[in-house]
């Protein structure tokens, strides 16, 4: 699996390429080859960016829910919603579609933000107010998701 790190700011032109940092594109050379897939985020207006390997890993899971059960379906369907297989050209852009551009609202200025092994893609404004909008919260929820007992790999 890859990490990725960092936090980036870039620009996006009329036509909605980004043209992606150098220090983040060398974190993605193992996986331009075999592309990426781009969806919209499920709990915030922002993109998310796959390396296949990672898509494939995430459909692998997606593919063992019960299609018999009506929610899984309606999962399915909302979850692969304007899904798009994309690719970072030759000169080092990513051209995101006019429908996830208008999804996440994003306009000129962009964020690109590790979330371990996926990018989010942000408008600036959005990622700043999300960040804003959480960090109240952030101590609680870091206690609460990673301040649990775990005897086998010693987080505490």
């Not at 960092?6 to 193992?30: F, N, W």
């Not at 929610?71 to 995101?96: C, W």
């Not at 107010?129 to 010693?154: P, T």
């Amino acid at each position: 699996m890859n990490s990725f790190i960092g936090t980036y700011e870039c620009k996006a032109d009329a036509k909605g390429r980004l043209m992606i940092p150098a220090v983040l594109k060398k974190q993605l050379s193992s996986a331009l080859q075999d592309g990426f897939v781009l969806k919209r985020a499920v709990f915030q207006p922002c993109l998310e960016l796959y390396p296949m390997s990672e898509w494939n890993k995430m459909m692998e899971k997606v593919n063992k829910l019960n299609r018999f059960k009506k929610k899984n379906n309606d999962f399915i369907r909302r979850f692969t919603a304007g899904v798009k297989i994309v690719e970072v050209d030759s000169a080092g852009r990513l051209l995101i579609p006019k429908d996830l551009i208008s999804f996440s609202g994003i306009s000129k200025q962009v964020v690109l933000a590790s979330a371990v092994n996926i990018l989010e893609i942000w408008d600036k404004d959005k990622y700043e107010q999300a960040i804003d909008d959480a960090a109240s919260d952030f101590a609680d929820l870091a206690e609460e998701v990673m301040g649990q007992e775990d005897d086998e790999n010693g987080l505490s």
